[in-house]
């Protein structure tokens, strides 16, 4: 069975750093591109990043572009999302995904984000 | 990127149908199909419904349905049950090798 587990979300002050972490089991991690996924208090969700199997290509949302960083270590199984220059508007639930296969492309896509962690929650508040 | 465009809400009474729509450009939902539908019921982790439009994968039930015409895709339930009540979110990939998501339906069984 394919389990996701995040962990590293708490409460942190504007312009902080934190770092969340994904662990990974029931599969053969390297095989699958991961991607983070976020949902602010009340609001929907919004894609935040994404990385390939193999950690050679990483894919960012607009809005985290030059704050995030995707990353994984497929010798512990386990992604990771570095945020730096936190903002209030970082404040959310943080789940990772698992995608069927590679990362899309224009000509093929598997299935993005199946399954979902439970998330994990990150405050940026004073 | 514009997040694409969901009704609010959208209900109906039990043994009906419904449809969600979700709206976006040519360069996602009318690009690509690689739309995909997620259900969320509340305090839970998004589970997929429909991939590559009209898909579902194994041990979604059947009265899920997908569709999509030229920018807009569409999620139909039939036969609403109480366990369908939940918020739905489609998702596309994007001409900028990204991916984004709806705006989010809210679903309610009257």
């Known amino acids: 069975e394919v389990q996701l587990l995040e962990s590293g979300g708490g409460l942190v002050q504007p312009g902080g750093s934190l770092r969340l972490s994904c662990a990974a089991s029931?599969?053969?991690?390297?095989?699958?591109?991961m991607s983070w996924v976020r949902q602010a208090p009340g609001k929907g969700l919004e894609w935040v990043s994404a990385?390939?199997?193999?950690?050679?290509?990483?894919y960012y949302a607009d809005s985290v572009k030059g704050r995030f960083t995707i990353s994984r270590d497929n010798s512990k199984n386990t992604l990771y999302l570095q945020m730096n220059s936190l903002r209030a508007e970082d404040t959310a639930v943080y789940y990772c995904?698992?995608?069927?296969?590679?990362?899309?492309?224009?000509?093929?896509?598997?299935?993005?984000?199946?399954?979902w962690g439970q998330g994990t929650l990150v405050t940026v508040s004073s | 990127q514009s997040a694409l465009t969901q009704p609010a809400s959208v209900s109906g009474s039990p043994g009906q149908s419904i449809t969600i729509s979700c709206t976006g450009t040519s360069s996602d939902v009318g690009g690509y199909n690689y739309v995909s539908w997620y259900q969320q019921h509340p305090g839970k982790a998004p589970k997929l419904m429909i991939y590559e439009v009209s898909n579902r994968p194994s041990g979604v039930s059947n009265r899920f349905s997908g569709s999509k015409s030229g920018n807009t895709a569409s999620l139909t339930i039939s036969g609403l049950q109480a366990e369908d009540e939940a918020d739905y979110y489609c998702s596309s990939y994007t001409s900028s090798s990204a991916y984004v998501f709806g705006t989010g339906t809210k679903v309610t069984v009257l």
């Open positions: 029931g599969f053969t991690f390297s095989s699958y591109a």
């Open positions: 990385i390939s199997g193999s950690g050679g290509s990483t």
């Open positions: 995904a698992k995608s069927w296969g590679v990362y899309c492309s224009s000509t093929s896509c598997y299935p993005p984000f199946d399954p």
